[in-house]
Structure formats: C-alpha cells, structure tokens
C-alpha cells in the first residue's frame, strides 16, 4: 500500500495535512497558526476552583476556559511532581538528585481535595484540546515523548508497546533501555522503536532529557498561566508518529517548512530523506493530488459510496449518529438479506475511514441495514474491526444489537475535523448559504455511473438549475459532460429549468420518461 503525505502551507491559517493510502484520503489534519494548547504542551497553571462533587478542579492554563483535571488525571507520581514544581519555583532544584524529591504515589480512591489547594500553582500538560465550549482537559502526570521513546519522571519502569510482538525484540530493547535509563526515570518504548539501533535509541533519549533540563531552568522564571515546554508543530508530530518505511512520498509546498522537515528526517530517519519533495508547480497542491475533490466529497452530511450506497453523518450534543442507505444498489439477483450484508460490509470500509478523516470521538451510534442472521451480524462485526485495525486512536466496537445498531467509543483528543463545503448562493447573494456546486455535480455523477453500467442506459437527459447546467456545460472540448459521455460511454444532454432548485436534478432516458432512483 503507497502511503502519501501531502502537507498545503501556502494558507494565511495554517497548515492543512492529507494522508492518502493508495491515493484515497483517510486523514485530514488542520494546525491553524494562531493554535494553542496542543496536545503534550506543558503549562505552569494555577488552580481556579476545586469541584469536591466531581472530584476536580479547574485550572488556569491561559485559555479562554479554564483547562480541567480529574483527580484520577494527577497520576501516581504527582506528589513527586508537587514538591519538584514547588522547589524550581523558588530555584532550589540545583544539583539534586531526582530519587531525594521521590515521594509516596498516589491512591486510585483519594480525594483531590487532600492533594490539590485553589490558587495552588501546579504542572499540567495538554491531553485533549478545547473541544465546543469546553477548556482543554490536563494531566499532571508529566512525560515527553520523542520518536522512539517516552520519558516519564519519578518512574523506575520500563514500558513496551503491545504493538512490538516479536518476544527477541521486546528483550533486546528493555535490555537496551535499561542500560542507558536515567537515574529516576522510567521509559516507554514505542512501536516505531523496533529494529532501531542503541544510537538512536540514545540520540532520542539525549534529546528528551535537554526537555527536562529546559523545564528546570524556565521554572524560577515563570509567572502563570505560562507555557513551559511546546509540542512540536502538527507537521512534525505526524512526521514524528507516523513516519515508516511503508511511505511513498511527503510533498510540501513551502520552501521553510521543506528545510525543517528535511533537517528533522535526515536526523531520526536518514533513509528516508529522497521521499521528500518541494512541491512547485503552479496547480494548488490539493488539486494536483486529487486531495481537493475528495475533501468536497467527503464532508457533507450525505456521504455517497458508489453504486447508489450512501451515508448519512450527523453530530448531536452527545454523539455522532451515522445511516446507512442501499439507495438504489438493488440486486436481483440476490436475496434481500445477502443484499443487506455486502450493503453493509461496502459502509463499514467507508464509515471507518469516515471516523479517521473526520477525526470522530466519544460515542459513535451506526444504523445499518437490518441482518437476520446472526452470522451475518458477526461477519459486518468482524470487517469493521479489521477496517479499524487501521486507526491509531483507540477505539471499542460493540457488538450488533438486534436492531443492526453498531456502537462505537473512539478516543475524541482533538476537535473533529469540520469542512465548510457551502457557498455563497448566487440567487441571495449571500444572505443564505447552499451546498457547494461541486459536490451537487459528484451527486450526478454518481448516479449516471449507476444508471449506464447497471441500467445500461445509452442516453439520458440531465435537468438541473441553470447555474449548475454553465458549471457542467463549460468549456467547448473540456466540460463535465463530455468528460461523463467518454468516461461512462453514454450520451448525455444537459438542459436547464428554473424551476429546480440549486440542488435538485433528475433524468430523462432516451423515450424522454423521467428514471426514478
């Protein structure tokens, strides 16, 4: 499988971020410039208000909302950290031995009213970004994460990703790390640390203590709410966890932002310095990889697959709820329950790279088309945890309910990724808003894909709003409709009627009678 990643810095916002696996997109990435509080940044904060009934507090971190933090989210080593924060603020850390600051870990049934004061100034770190109306929820369990290797303060363990299967490897590294671990603390050693050399395994771990060390020397300094030590930018977090072998290309369009991730490949992955390219031509980076078209195809609310299948996603205040419709994908040829089954079977592939380019969290409730056997069930359970086997968040899939309803829990760490695909309405002039004609136009041709290939239709009239018809129609030898007749072999007319819609269209066949899909 070809692996792409195509990174668009030329946006006054930010920096937009696709990954295409055989040049499909199934995760979309969005930094905007003026983004804070990213997850793994740490913060000197001050304690605002303590929740008894929640067991919280709320925490100043100098977002608009106060950041929140669970006692179960203060971590077993934080009364280590309380005494370490408390001592480089007053600058008394010089020379002292990480195991003298060692105290007590904590229970997982105490109080956060034992441990935590208000106006208490505290060390937090980022682990979900502002959501909706909510602040950023902390940790105060500290730890830095570089390509290989995870440094926690005040632990003594050595942690091994349950990814790594290979019991030699697993032996090899905790062996490795052993023998280079600082004194007081403990390491996690990721995924992508199997195979790696002691150097480079070394390399990140130099790299990871200069963090600690630059965290000791901004503490006396620091009034908060005050950042302390910055995750890297979204670029180079998903370089960071993501780069492999498996890689075919990175392409970016941004000649600064090409001299940092070249600097940083060529220091944690050499060999994977040529797959890196500066993109220059003319065309926009999105619409040279065909990113561009699959993002307006991908983010409505109705979602087409092909053959007529379609999903519906819609977002509620307590989760995410997704339809799935056979449309017009009716065979004769099969009975109505292996129907059902490969309608859903086709979804689920779709819903599950949905979760992964919209980046869905928290419940996700999915209504497929009802199955009456139970091995069926079991088959549509299997193939959406095979599709999610794909997925780095962490995730739960539930089995089917007697209703063909599917739940799903998905780690929700940053806000899902939201696409405006409406545009201004020529007719109001702005003062409402209406589905970008592009995705009206995919709408059509999915269903003359249909209407050719599995009706055999050899010509049909298509009526559409007269805005749209100049948006198929233009361009004497390099429309839209000559290129449907070339790709799909059919000969197609395009009229207008005002009174369509923008949005609305049907079809005549060649005896002028109206398809009914």
Known sequence: MDKDLIIDASSDSGVDIALLEDKKLVELHRAKSESQHIVGDIYLGQVKRILPGLNAAFVDVGYE????????????????????????????????????????????????TDY??????????????????????????????????????????????????????????????????????GIIIRTVAEGQSVADLDNDLRDLMSKWDELIKKLPKSLPPCKMISEMDKSSVIIRDMLTEEFTNIYVNDVDMYEELKTYISNIFPKMEEILH??????????????????????????????????????TEAMHVIDVNSGHRIKSSQDQEENALMVNCEAAVEIARQMRLRDLGGIIVIDFIDLNLASN????????NEELKKDKAKHTVLPLSKFCLMQITR??????????????????????????????VDEIENDIKYLSQEQNEKKLTVIVHPFVRSYITSGLFKSIRRKWQKKYRIK?????????GIMEYAFLNAENEEVKL
């Not at 100034?121 to 909510?134: C, D, G, H």
């Not at 390509?147 to 590294?173: G, T, Y």
């Not at 780690?411 to 209406?434: F, M, T």
């Open 492 to 500: 197609i007319e395009v009229i207008s009627s005002s009174d369509h």
């Open 65 to 112: 909302k106060d950041g929140f933090l669970h006692y179960l989210d203060l971590g077993l080593y934080y009364s280590s950290i309380k005494r370490f924060t408390k001592m480089g603020i007053s600058n008394s850390l010089n020379n002292v031995d990480l195991k003298s600051l060692k105290e007590p870990n904590l229970g997982k049934n105490g109080l956060i």
């Open 411 to 440: 780690q929700r760490v940053r806000p899902a990724v939201d696409v405006d695909l409406s545009e201004v309405c020529p007719l109001c002039n702005g003062s409402g808003k209406i589905k970008s004609s592009m995705v009206v």
């Open 278 to 315: 500066l993109y220059k031509m003319q065309t926009p980076i999105f619409e040279q990889f065909s990113v561009a078209n699959q993002i307006r195809s991908s983010f409505g609310k109705v979602v087409t697959i092909r053959s007529g299948i379609y999903l519906v996603i819609e977002q």
């Open 377 to 384: 069930r079991k088959i549509l359970l299997d193939k959406m």
């Open 116 to 185: 935590v004061k208000q106006g208490q100034l505290i060390l937090v770190q980022i682990s979900k970004e502002p959501i909706s109306t909510k602040g950023p929820r902390l940790s105060a369990e500290i730890s830095f994460a570089g390509r290989f290797l995870v440094l926690v303060p005040f632990s003594n363990k050595v942690s091994i990703s349950q990814k790594i299967k290979n019991s030699e490897e697993r032996n090899r590294l905790k062996r490795l790390i052993q023998s280079i671990r600082p004194e007081g603390f």
